[in-house]
């Protein structure tokens, strides 16, 4: 079963647009942890937030925020004012007793000038 | 501080060869991963190793894949011998204390077989 739906495949925006990816989860564990990696074009996996299970508190750090919510089981990202170097494939990622990360399946994001 | 180290960055092999692919993790780091990217698959997890001891390794798609962790600072991933839906990217990672800390990736290794 899926634990990571990204339901986003693809998100196209203009730039200084803001844009949200979505992230819905699912896991019986109390304690886990909920990531975000971007990858660019070059191709190397970026680490951008941790969050743990006992942490609803929404986290921004300058255009990027994330939103989650242990009620609808969602950690979804927002970019503000969105610029071209945002362009990317942007992964959610879940970790639960076990400690590797289950991933999702994307969203690809092309910011356009 | 250097981060995840692996090698080689691009590796184009016949089918039938044997491929092994290195990694480095970061210094002091006690788990490492071994992750395949593909389209159709995603990112999914082979191995892992905490302390140099393999954890999980059913993520490991066949008997041709086999992962060694020698010492903590070095691993390697094996396929003997490669097919062409072996090719992919293979990312290394490695993390201190598992998921209590953030896991660093390496630049990943892609690979080709014809």
């Known amino acids: 079963a899926q634990k990571v739906t990204q339901a986003q495949t693809e998100i196209s925006v203009v730039e200084k647009e803001d844009v949200t990816l979505d992230c819905v989860y699912e896991?019986?564990?109390?304690?886990?942890?909920l990531f975000w990696y971007k990858q660019p074009p070059s191709g190397e996996l970026v680490f951008l937030i941790r969050?743990?299970?006992?942490?609803?508190q929404n986290e921004i750090s300058g255009r990027y925020s994330w939103n989650f919510q242990k009620s609808t089981s969602s950690f979804n990202f927002t970019i503000t004012a969105s610029q071209v170097v945002d362009s990317a494939v942007y992964f959610c990622?879940?970790?639960?007793?076990?400690?590797?990360?289950?991933f999702g399946k994307g969203t690809s994001l092309l910011v356009t000038p | 501080d250097a981060g995840v180290i692996q090698s080689p960055r691009h590796e184009v092999t016949e089918m039938g060869q044997e491929v092994t692919l290195r990694c480095k993790p970061i210094s002091g780091h006690d788990y490492l991963f071994w992750y395949r990217q593909t389209m159709m698959r995603g990112l999914e997890l082979l191995i892992y190793?905490?302390?140099?001891?393999?954890?999980?390794d059913s993520g490991m798609p066949e008997d041709r894949f086999s992962a060694k962790m020698p010492n903590a600072s070095f691993s390697t991933l094996k396929i003997q011998p490669s097919e062409p839906r072996d090719s992919a990217v293979y990312f290394c990672?490695?993390?201190?204390?598992?998921?209590?800390?953030?896991?660093?990736f390496g630049e990943g290794s892609w690979l080709t077989v014809v």
């Open positions: 990622a879940l970790s639960e007793a076990g400690y590797a990360l289950n």
């Open positions: 896991t019986r564990d109390t304690t886990y942890y």
């Open positions: 990672a490695s993390s201190f204390a598992g998921m209590r800390n953030t896991i660093y």
């Open positions: 969050r743990n299970s006992f942490d609803e």
């Open positions: 190793f905490n302390n140099n001891v393999p954890i999980d």
